[in-house]
């Protein structure tokens, strides 16, 4: 794992579609909007925000976590609509002894079924594979969050299991999650 890749600088990535970049104060509207609305996070370990000041300060906590190299929250934008926050897209738990991080994402309701989530999810497999030489990615799925697990499939992650009252996710309690999976060499393969 080359966390250099990660951690030096803020990491930009791009499809043709889309660019993942960090998360200023310029888009706390956005950032808001998607805090504040309780179906962006109906299966998610989050709690909504209904308060924008709290959201303010978020933004500084992204940052906080990044140079503690533990968390790294990127904006989703459409490269059409290039300073427009859709979503966020994170890298965490990077576990170098086993090589491996695990990944999660969610949209603005509006950009729900546009292809974005598949689309973010790719990019970042690839830099993580790529360029940060990570052997395993991961994501934890509540199960009855088919759209997120459709996404995970389509990006070639297969189910490994089901852990049973496994975490607590705030919010939610004690909850159940389904573990999806993508080694480098399943990676490599399916190019």
Known sequence: ???????????????EK????????AHLQELFAIYDNEK?????????????????????????DY??????KWGIFQKSHSDQLVGIIEAMEFNQKV???????????????KGLAFDAVNILVKFLFEEVNINRI???VMPLNEASKKVLQK???LKEGLLRQAKVWSGKGVVDLEIYGLLKEEYIIDK
């Open 1 to 15: 794992m080359n966390k250099e890749k990660v951690f030096a600088e803020f990491p930009l990535l791009n499809s």
């Open 18 to 25: 889309l660019v993942l970049k960090k998360i200023e104060d």
């Open 40 to 64: 962006v996070f109906e299966y998610c370990g989050i709690i909504p925000k209904h308060n924008i000041q709290t959201v303010s300060k978020m933004i500084g906590h992204f940052d906080r």
């Open 67 to 72: 140079k503690k190299e533990n968390i790294v």
């Open 99 to 113: 090589n491996m991080v695990t990944i999660g994402y969610y949209l603005a309701e509006d950009y729900w079924g």
């Open 138 to 140: 991961q994501a934890e």
């Open 155 to 157: 990006n070639g992650f």
